[in-house]
């Protein structure tokens, strides 16, 4: 049930033309074929903080703009690449570099020590003793699987946040700053400001 608070966003492409995006074979696809014009596919997850970001801009946006168009078609673009890129929010479920589940899990288990902890993460040798995986491996394993170094998959992570945190307005600059784990706002503010190259007061402005 859908409460009187939500909003729901519909995007309506043929099946075609949305294959085309990823396949220039889409003509191929046993999915597309005549045979299985009525089934029905469902897809159903965790909205990530990206995918919420660009929910929040469609959502704001000025449809009465000279470049609504552009606009809608840039973030259902925006949409469809958050929505269909495995590697960035979501846990992927074979790498080539791990040669069996056993690992996979201890590099998984080493992400979610680091997020749950990422006031106060620990260190590369606390992580690698803590999952019982050498220090070598998880460095290497870690990169293979999201794509990134532990302490940047870290950063980005963060950043990632403070942008859902400040544009929820619950939220000042210092309280976002104290959540992230920063010891001073400024620490965090000089961060902000190299990601996305502007300041998180002047981001939360926007929204």
Request: charge should be positive.
């Amino acid at each position: 049930m859908i409460s009187t608070k939500s909003y729901v966003l519909s995007v309506l492409i043929s099946i075609k033309k949305f294959h085309k995006l990823f396949s220039e074979d889409s003509d191929n696809i046993q999915f597309l074929k005549d045979e299985n014009i009525n089934q029905k596919y469902y897809y159903e997850n965790k909205i990530s903080n990206k995918i919420f970001l660009v929910l929040n801009e469609l959502k704001r946006f000025d449809f009465g703009s000279s470049t609504k168009n552009l606009f809608i078609k840039a973030k259902i673009y925006e949409l469809f690449s958050h929505l269909y890129n495995r590697n960035i929010d979501q846990n992927v479920e074979q790498c080539p570099f791990l040669t069996n589940e056993e690992n996979f899990k201890k590099i998984q288990k080493a992400k979610n020590l680091v997020i749950s902890n990422m006031t106060n993460p620990p260190s590369l040798v606390e992580l690698s003793n803590n999952i019982d995986l050498s220090l070598k491996k998880l460095k290497e394993g870690f990169k293979k699987i999201y794509g990134k170094p532990v302490y940047q998959y870290l950063l980005e992570h963060k950043m990632e946040l403070a942008k859902k945190l400040l544009s929820e307005n619950s939220y000042n600059v210092n309280e976002v700053s104290i959540k992230l784990g920063y010891s001073t706002s400024s620490h965090f503010i000089t961060a902000f400001k190299n990601k996305y190259g502007l300041t998180p007061k002047n981001f939360k402005k926007n929204y």
